[in-house]
DNA sequence: ATGAATCGTTTGTGTTGCACCAATGATTAG
DNA sequence: CTAATCATTGGTGCAACACAAACGATTCAT
């Protein structure tokens, strides 16, 4: 104990929990995407790529907190689908800027779809209300660090 | 598209969000549990232990779904720290009754006093209202699951 | 214009956290 | 007594990374 910051101290940790409902939603995610050809991590690019288009590569590095070479055949992957396109930023010719192809939102849509079965299952103690009051908690924290906008509810189907 | 549950179509999924945020919060903490001889995965171990003492190691494999034999190695890592006792259990003695020790308990209060740090920046952006808000929904759901009990507010210190 | 730095890329190595399989000892159940 | 069950050990394999080295393309500084 040299100099420790002791930041406040709030009652609870939630990174445990956090980490094994993850776990339990990640686990059974990764059966009904694999007949999408997706993965979890896909999913998790794929919708911080809704929420932030137009992002640099390397931004999406920072901001999925992932090694850039990691997050270069992870994008690979998404391309080789048709999912997300890679254009040369105008301003910076090095630069790779990342969006999502229609076809990558249709892919998404269809495996939030999917998923719905999942979360309805592991989320089953929550109701719907409960549900939308984690995901805005979520949206926010992860936002707040300065990672993706608000997507606000979005018209759909 | 055979024969669809069709489950509940809630607004939206919270599982990508919590899949990044919980890998925010992990690859943090590993760096901050290390020195406590304490990687992510004892953390949920030894949360999940707290709060439901006395389980069974089937149960806890159950719990943490996990296969049996990871969880065997995991509590043989818990175990060698002391942080946790295997006990035969007298109704049947071929299983193990898995619970803390004082030892255990001080690890686990000592990690999550250096945690703070690392949800404070992971969770900048939410106040200590929403995270106690966010760690009742966490328990809600992993609990309502058939997993943690309600461990409620601790006196801690 | 030349040299240094930057962005994305490929390749390769290593680690961790798992799943899964097989075999064993101890114990219980039929 | 045999069969099943629980924990355990040991082994294989995979996916998701981190990290390092080297390269082409491009930009930047001088």
Chains 1, 2 share one sequence.
């Not at 939603?25 to 911080?48: K, M, Y």
């Not at 137009?54 to 901001?63: D, E, H, P, R, V």
């Amino acid at each position: 104990m040299t100099s420790l910051p002791v930041v406040n101290q709030p009652v609870h940790r939630s990174g445990a929990l956090l980490d094994h409902l993850a776990r339990r939603i990640r686990t059974r995610s990764e059966a009904v995407l694999a007949p999408l050809g997706l993965r979890p991590r896909h999913l998790i690019a794929l919708t911080v790529l809704r929420a932030r288009g137009g992002i640099t590569q390397q931004a999406l590095s920072t901001t999925l907190e992932m090694d850039g070479t990691n997050v270069v055949s992870l994008l690979n992957e998404l391309e080789a689908e048709g999912l997300i396109e890679r254009r040369r930023s105008p301003e910076d010719r090095r630069r790779h800027v990342v969006e999502l192809t229609q076809a990558g939102v249709e892919r998404l849509a269809k495996a939030e779809f999917v998923l719905a079965a999942v979360e309805d299952e592991v989320l089953a103690a929550l109701d719907d209300n409960h549900r939308e009051q984690l995901y805005h908690l979520l949206v926010q924290a992860v936002e707040g660090h300065g990672t993706i906008c608000p997507p606000d509810d979005e018209p759909a189907t």
